[in-house]
């Protein structure tokens, strides 16, 4: 069964820290970018990180120097380190393969 399995979330202060994973089938992992996304109620679902099979990263500004993504390609695994965390960061954080599959979501929430 492919799937894409996120977890990592919860509730942290501004300023603080989480570390996301997402366990990948290895099918749907092996040789694609992949990425994380996020959706805050009433927003549309954002890029917030990307990383190419071989390494290579990209971020938006508004989490660059931040958040890092990293992947495990022999573990199948993909995590999101978030520092410095703001409350806009509050949202619903979604792995997702470039194969064409998005993970269930995890909920992020920053506040004090």
């Known amino acids: 069964q492919v799937q894409l399995v996120e977890s990592g979330g919860g509730l942290v202060q501004p300023g603080g820290s989480l570390r996301l994973s997402c366990a990948a089938s290895?099918?749907?992992?092996?040789?694609?970018?992949m990425g994380w996304y996020r959706q805050a109620p009433g927003k549309e679902r954002e890029l917030v990180a990307q990383?190419?099979?071989?390494?290579?990263?990209s971020y938006p500004d508004s989490v660059k120097g931040r958040f890092s993504i990293s992947r495990d390609n022999l573990q199948n695994m993909l995590y999101l380190q978030m520092n410095s965390l703001k409350p806009e960061d509050t949202a619903v954080y979604y792995c997702?393969?470039?194969?064409?599959?998005w993970g269930q979501g995890t909920q992020v929430t920053v506040s004090s």
């Open positions: 997702r393969s470039l194969a064409g599959f």
């Open positions: 990383i190419s099979s071989g390494g290579r990263t």
């Open positions: 290895r099918s749907i992992f092996s040789g694609y970018t």
